[in-house]
């Protein structure tokens, strides 16, 4: 029988739980443990092991011998700077690609490391997703879609065709964005907004039709 490839899962929030059992549904990897720094390794968290914190990385990939690792954190921002760690802590590191087995991934769509389609997404031909990107549970993605790395759709979220999302955006969940608009960088679209115009980089809006609520800072947390 085939040894499934070794997988670290980094963080160990709701977001974890979420991508276990998408893992387990692919059964494509041998998860090892969670790295977390905040809980005490040696404790369980979804029934596996906390084997250390972001410091314990490099010797952790080494020990078991580890190519693979799956950062599991919802925020953007700190889903960037937390893959950024640990290509600098384990460089010859491969962060795959996990799409859920309900997702549907159409013809010509290109994919982004680290990325991951939650179950029943769905992703339109000749779309380009970015690194470190989410499509959370029910998100659609429509044709010639655009994320820039680590950009996120919360569960429910729609586009119309021709959609391009900055990096690090998030579209909030529920919400539903008309064909051919161009979102900025760094900004968050609030849950349930129906968004009709282009909006720049690091703003907040919200509402049907969405407004500009305010100017927000890279790092704001929005969840
Ligand atoms: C937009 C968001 C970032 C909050 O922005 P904020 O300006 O910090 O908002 P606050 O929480 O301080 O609330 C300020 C006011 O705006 C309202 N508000 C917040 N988000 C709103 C939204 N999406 N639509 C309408 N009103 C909203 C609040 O009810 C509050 O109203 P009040 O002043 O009458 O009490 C947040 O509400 C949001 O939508 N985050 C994304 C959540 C999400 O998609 N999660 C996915 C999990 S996978």
Not at 116 to 125: C, Q, S
Request: charged share 15%.
């Amino acid at each position: 029988m085939t040894k499934l490839p070794p997988l670290l899962l980094v963080g160990a929030s709701g977001h974890a739980h979420a991508l276990l059992a998408v893992l387990q549904r692919l059964a494509a990897y041998r998860v090892i443990g969670l790295i977390d720094s905040f809980l005490p390794q040696g404790s369980h968290c979804h029934g596996y092991p906390i084997l250390g914190g972001v410091d314990d990385l490099s010797e952790l990939c080494e020990r078991h011998g580890v190519s693979h690792v799956l950062v599991a954190i919802g925020d953007n921002y700190q889903r960037d700077v937390m893959m950024a760690k640990v290509s600098q802590a384990c460089p010859g590191v491969d962060f795959p690609v996990l799409i859920d087995p309900s997702a549907v991934i159409a013809h010509g769509v290109s994919i982004g490391a680290g990325s991951i389609i939650m179950p029943l997404a769905y992703v339109g031909p000749g779309s380009i997703i970015g690194m470190g990107c989410l499509l959370n549970t029910r998100s659609s993605l429509d044709h010639d879609g655009r994320m820039g790395a680590f950009a996120s759709l919360a569960p429910g979220t729609t586009t119309g065709g021709n959609v391009s999302i900055g990096a690090r955006s998030a579209i909030g969940l529920g919400s539903a964005i008309r064909h051919r608009i161009t979102i900025g960088s760094d900004t968050v679209i609030g849950m349930g907004s129906l968004v009709i115009s282009d909006w720049p980089d690091g703003v907040v809006v919200y509402g049907a039709p969405a407004r500009l609520i305010r100017t927000r800072l890279v790092d704001e947390p929005y969840l």
